[in-house]
T-cell receptor, first 111, second 112 residues
Framework: GENVEQHPSTLSVQEGDSAVIKCTYS??????FPWYKQELGKGPQLIID?????GEKKDQRIAVTLNKTAKHFSLHITETQPEDSAVYFC??????????FGGGTRVLVKP | DTAVSQTPKYLVTQMGNDKSIKCEQN?????MYWYKQDSKKFLKIMFS???????INETVPNRFSPKSPDKAHLNLHINSLELGDSAVYFC???????????FGQGTRLTVV
């Protein structure tokens, strides 16, 4: 089945700096790669996603890149703000369109 | 007008008890899921239903039984609760299985 690995597990950045989270996946048939943000005490919330027919997608301060050949994708957050502090998850749809999640990255933005 | 709602939000119970968690979505989606999040925040799918039909059943003890009375509801019943069942359980829904999943707020289950 699909295996998704996510790095780093924790990330501390200064407010205003950029944050980058990287994920790799194993199933070359995967074609949908969402990113979720989970705040304390809440459920994961979709923040951006990318499909395999594009290599990059941007939405204001967040962007995702996808390299299908290398089977990795990344989340970039620019001009980080304290409210960006949360746990971020990448995911990939494996067999049966089942979402497999990475292990999560705890991001702390220091003011 | 919460999109995906779960009840209860917190559940504390003794080992050996049977408990249920309810989930409802008002998004008109036809696919619903149960995920388990352990203490290390790892999210793993347990079940998926599409139009009330079970389509994904991961390696979950048969003490866990999902029930979908209609497209908008997917409940999770757990028999003979064990300490290791303590986790946060999330319900989610999507339109078909190819699009983004929307998650509920989670149910924190603590077995003592």
């Amino acid at each position: 089945g699909e295996n998704v690995e996510q790095h780093p597990s924790t990330l501390s950045v200064q407010e205003g700096d950029s944050a980058v989270i990287k994920c790799t996946y194993s199933d070359s048939a995967s074609n949908y790669f969402p990113w979720y943000k989970q705040e304390l005490g809440k459920g994961p919330q979709l923040i951006i996603d990318i499909r395999s027919n594009v290599g990059e997608k941007k939405d204001q301060r967040i962007a995702v890149t996808l390299n299908k050949t290398a089977k990795h994708f990344s989340l970039h957050i620019t001009e980080t703000q304290p409210e960006d502090s949360a746990v971020y998850f990448c995911a990939a749809n494996g067999a049966g369109n089942k979402l497999t999640f990475g292990g999560g990255t705890r991001v702390l933005v220091k003011p | 007008d919460t999109a995906v709602s779960q009840t209860p939000k917190y559940l504390v119970t003794q080992m050996g008890n049977d408990k249920s968690i309810k989930c409802e979505q008002n998004l008109g989606h036809d696919t619903m899921y149960w995920y388990k999040q352990d203490s290390k925040k790892f999210l793993k799918i347990m079940f998926s239903y599409n139009n009330k039909e079970l389509i994904i059943n991961e390696t979950v003890p048969n003490r866990f039984s999902p029930k979908s009375p209609d497209k908008a509801h997917l409940n999770l019943h757990i028999n003979s609760l064990e300490l290791g069942d303590s986790a946060v359980y999330f319900c989610a829904s999507s339109q078909e299985r190819r699009t983004e999943a929307f998650f509920g707020q989670g149910t924190r289950l603590t077995v003592v």
